[in-house]
């Protein structure tokens, strides 16, 4: 996957309760989750009684300073890192987003987007809400508040139980951690154990990071309320078939996590090797674009007993900069990340690995680059099918006009970036690698089969 072209995901979430470095836990645990959300990061904290927040726009290290976080006193925290899919890019947006009401602070971190946000917004507005950001998230807060009569934690259920989508959250009052998870449970959320005391995250590699213990995973419908009492798990609505992002195994987790019971690294692999039964292409150099394509292209490459070469180099040390590039330096934003390795690819018969093709537009352009170096044939394999359905779940790409297998042939496609030959993992293949049932998953960018809906605003944003 390309940064310039591919989908990016929407958020990673984290939540520690019972230690009294909360803040700076939860500062590591965004640091593992940096993946998930480069847009803007946010942390709230709670000594029991006072509240502590900040956020800004920007990644973990250069929103928070030690400063920062010794300000930050107390043994609860949640955090958050953002890219936005639903509501712009600003720092009104960022999260998690608090509010006080009725004497009570509430903050909230979303991971997925809601699919019935626009008719909630309206009818909240007609009832006297004001909404201060345009992201679906503070959506979820007014519904809590407009039911805290009820008491907190049934107001938290009566909530949740009216927006329908995807949702990994961590919430918290003044003194207590709350986590959720949407019945179909679109996006993942784990419960760990540290000293005693509780934490939740998106992925498995932000417990690793801060030596917690993996508990469990948190249930798809569950919600949890953690307090000096304990995990409290409650589970307000009926069972029913789960509809696990299939594409937290292509691309979007960490190699090193764990997600729906499975590790990712060794998922990867097992595409790899299923794209080598698929497509044994008669090459002599199997490379994958770093780092997307990295664990597909060992499988590939294992399976048919080949050598694997790095043929292009990735620039680690690639930051934003405000210094732009002339005209006469052609495919600037590509090449200063991805550079090829020229005396290795020069009269050679090449086979990329890459994990996704969203748009086209960059691997075209990388691809030129490997041709440019002298190349006889440049092939590639993708270790997922086509995407050509918008995801309306939580991903970036919410209209099938920006998917290139959407109207387009795969030979098309070839064609378009400037391949001899491309070829798909086929949706069976897929399956196969990831060792869980079909049923299990939400494969709707690959089939067109939305497990959730209808969708709020489809006429109006999404098939166009």
Request: overall charge negative; proline content about 4%.
């Amino acid at each position: 996957m390309t940064d310039l072209e591919g989908p990016r995901d929407h958020c990673g979430v984290f939540g520690v309760y019972g230690h009294e470095d909360a803040a700076k836990l939860t500062y590591f645990g965004l640091y593992a989750l940096q993946h998930r959300g480069q847009e803007s990061a946010g942390i709230v904290a709670s000594d029991g009684k006072k509240i502590s927040e900040y956020k800004s726009m920007g990644l973990v290290h250069d929103v928070f300073k030690e400063e920062t976080l010794e300000r930050m006193p107390g043994h609860l925290a949640i955090g958050h890192v953002r890219y936005s899919t639903t509501g712009s890019s600003l720092l009104i947006n960022a999260q998690p987003f608090t509010v006080r009401h009725a004497g009570r602070t509430i903050s909230l971190g979303h991971n997925g987007n809601l699919i019935n946000a626009h008719g909630l917004r309206k009818r909240l507005e007609q009832e006297g809400s004001i909404f201060q950001a345009s992201s679906d998230t503070e959506i979820i807060v007014h519904l809590i508040a407009k039911n805290l009569w009820l008491g907190f934690e049934e107001a938290v259920v009566k909530a949740l139980g009216m927006v329908k989508g995807a949702y990994s959250l961590t919430m918290m009052t003044e003194d207590m951690l709350i986590a959720a998870r949407d019945p179909k449970g679109f996006r993942p959320m784990c419960l760990g154990s540290l000293n005693g005391g509780w934490v939740v995250a998106s992925e498995t590699c932000a417990l690793d990071l801060i030596e917690a213990e993996y508990v469990r995973d948190v249930e798809p419908g569950e919600i949890l309320f953690i307090d000096k009492n304990g995990v409290k798990s409650v589970k307000p609505w009926p069972e029913t078939r789960s509809a696990f992002c299939i594409f937290e195994y292509i691309y979007f987790a960490r190699p090193d996590s764990n997600i729906y019971g499975h590790n990712v690294y060794a998922i990867r692999k097992r595409q790899g090797a299923e794209l080598a039964k698929e497509y044994p292409v008669d090459v002599d150099v199997v490379m994958p674009f770093p780092d997307s394509g990295n664990y597909a292209a060992l499988g590939y490459a294992e399976a048919r007993s080949m050598p694997l070469d790095l043929g292009m180099i990735r620039n680690h040390y690639v930051g934003r900069t405000f210094i732009q590039p002339s005209q006469t330096m052609r495919d600037f934003g590509v090449r200063v990340k991805l550079n090829p390795v020229k005396a290795l690819l020069k009269d050679k018969r090449v086979l990329v690995i890459e994990d996704s093709i969203i748009r086209g537009t960059t691997a075209r352009t990388r691809i030129k680059a490997i041709k440019d170096c002298g190349v006889k044939e440049v092939h590639m394999v993708v270790s997922c099918p086509p995407h050509r359905f918008p995801c309306y779940y939580g991903i970036d790409f919410s209209s099938r006009g920006e998917l290139i297998a959407c109207d387009n042939s795969v030979e098309d496609i070839a064609k378009y970036i400037g391949l001899d030959s491309l070829g798909y993992l086929s949706l069976d293949g897929l399956i196969s690698s990831t060792k869980v049932e079909k049923e299990w998953f939400c494969l709707a960018c690959f089939d067109g089969d939305y497990p959730e809906g209808p969708i709020d605003g489809l006429s109006k944003h999404c098939m166009e």
